[in-house]
């Protein structure tokens, strides 16, 4: 068969999903150690500033305190790691709009609110959390204890090598190699933390390659972060790219480089699980309203309108999406934005939006364009649908009540 032959039928069995090339068998988990227990003083220590921190978060305003919900995302959990890993996690989900979760070494997984935004299926969300239980597991929190005792020397010897540098003056043989010196004992320092990043993105995907999971959603979720961060770059007028790419003293592998080895290692697999994207948009359904307040406050206004605009292509814009977004034109507050933002509001309430905050934002946004009487209009319409609202003086002093 002649390689262009070849190659055309290959794509057409991508395209339908029914490739004749066997999947590779996944590599099996390694046996599960159950929980750790702290052994020496210093990590007893940093159990007992673990259980504190996990205290304090209990009590905490940004803790979003539905069980439903913080069950459903330790369902996805489990999914990915399995039963007996899962079972040594307790979740929490945090209003913090930045994609971000994180896990402590007395089993606390932190899920930022910022995450169940932006993965677009319960896969996504999976090789997520199971990067960080990877961590958990290969007890890297444990290992940091080590790293932080040592932080002291290495700052002691970066400050004797500069202090070389500056005895010997600028441009002489000794101070470039003081220099150069510094940057390789730095350099090594924080590449051990990217070695461990990239051991906890191995051992996820080996989660997942044992899991009902697509493996393809480990390198699509980071595909979207770099599209949402060149969208936030373009809009403060800086280059593509800039926020992503590793810098000397990144603490991850650099953005399209995790991309595209978790793209690689699915390929070689050759599996095709599941996304289980309707699943994952029922259970956020009836957060979405509070997950995207929080986004719309974050002051990231091409992040925000990237992340709306690829929301909308799942279900078309909702009202929840249009209020979001005309919430984030009003904020720039600039009359060609508050116009646009007014436009938005006007067709949240055609779609049915029946939060009476869609009232209040209309009216604001046209008062502030110099449209009164209907501004008023608005705004007494809030009024009337919302009695007891805590800014009622404020409104009825607009409203002109």
Known sequence: MCGALRAALLAALAVTGTASVPA???????????????????????WMEADEGERVLRDSALLVRDDALAKYVKGVLCRQVGEDRCNSARIYIVEVPQFNASMAPNGTMRVWTGLLLRARNEAELASILGHEFAHFELRHGVMGIKKARDAAGLAAWIGVIGAAGAYYGGGTSMSDAASSLQIAVIGTYFKFSRDQEAAADMLSFKYMANSPYDPHAASQVWQYIMAEADARSVARGLKPGREYKADFFGTHPATPERAAYLKAEADKLGKQGELRAKEYREALRPFMPRLLAAQVKSNDFGGSEHLLQTLSQVEGWTGDLLFARGELFRQRANPRDLATAADLFREAIAKGYTAPEVHRELGLSLLRNGQEAEGKASLKQYLALKPDASDINVIKMLAGN
């Open 24 to 46: 590779r068998a996944a590599d099996p988990l390694p046996p599960y150690a159950k929980a750790y227990e702290p052994q020496t003083k210093d990590e007893r220590g940093l």
